[in-house]
Structures are given as C-alpha cells and as structure tokens.
C-alpha cells in the first residue's frame, strides 16, 4: 500500500480486520468511504463511536445490548419458566426470528473449543448455573449450532444440568 496516503492505508487495515474482508475488499471499502461526502463520513464514524460507547453486556442474560437488563430481560411478558442457552448475541435473533419463542435467554459467549483457547471456564456457563437455581425455571432448550463445538457444548451442558429438577 505504498504511496497511499496514511488515513487511507489506516482505514483498509481496519476493514481488513473484519471478519470475511480481505485487503483488495478493504482497500476498496476505504477508497468507496472517502469519495462520499464528509458529512457521511462523519455520521458512519459516529456510529462507530456510539457503538463503542454504549453497547454492553446485559447483566442478567449477557446479549449485547444498550441497557441492562436489555428489553427481553425486563419484558414482563415474557416466560420467565423457559430459558434458551445460546452462544452468542447474534443466535438470539435468529431465534427471535422464528416467533415461536416466548421465553428468556442466556448467552454463553461462544462454544467450547479447546483448539481455539474456549474452555467451560471461559464461557457464561457458571452464571447460567446460577440462573437455572431459581425455582421459577422448569425448562431449558439448548439452541447451539449443529457443529462439533456446538455439540460439545450442548453435551457438556446437559450433563452439568442432569442434576437438576429441569427438563433439558
């Protein structure tokens, strides 16, 4: 990237960093972000920022949000008996998505993967121990994808919760 200017090499070494963007991608978003007007430019920084600033961990079920407890966790509406494990924020969309779900959540923050440094103790797996010890709890559906890690998981997390008086 010699001879660019630096802002510009700076930016594609951003965009680079994101997950599935190469470097003639991110090169190309950088070249595309500085044709476009400096207002624009601005309000996509912005929301850049305001994302860094204000996006936090719900305290209660852990899904991104930008409060705490986040809007499922504080619906009254919802069935506070069920509890969807998932892996992370963005399953909890897809699971929303499907209309069929009333319930609230917990988000683990991924799956166990010892290859990758992700063991029991590096997920959400003690807190949600904690929450299903609540008497009003009866059920727990494992929502983890239908890979390897997200199988390991759900077994791991099932012979963790056998104990307890909860349909799994």
């Avoid at 991924?110 to 709890?137: A, F, H, N, Y």
């Amino acid at each position: 990237m010699a001879n660019l200017p630096e802002p510009i090499q700076n930016v594609a070494a951003a965009f680079d960093a994101l997950p599935g963007v190469g470097p003639r991608a991110a090169l190309r978003y950088a070249y595309w972000l500085v044709t476009q007007p400096k207002e624009s430019i601005a309000r996509f920084a912005r929301s850049i920022q305001t994302l860094a600033d204000q996006v936090r961990h719900c305290e209660v079920c852990g899904q991104w949000s930008d409060r705490s407890p986040c809007g499922i966790c504080s619906d009254p509406k919802r069935e506070a008996s069920q509890i969807c494990v998932v892996a992370t924020s963005p399953d909890i969309k897809s699971v929303e998505e499907t209309g069929v779900f009333r319930g609230i959540y917990h988000v683990l923050g991924g799956t166990i993967d010892p290859i990758e440094g992700r063991t029991p103790d590096k997920l959400r797996i003690k807190e949600l121990l904690s929450r299903v010890q609540i008497p009003i709890i009866k059920e727990v559906i494992l929502a983890m994808d239908t890979d390897v890690q997200g199988d390991v998981t759900a077994i791991y997390l099932k012979k963790q919760l056998s104990t307890l008086p909860l349909k799994v």
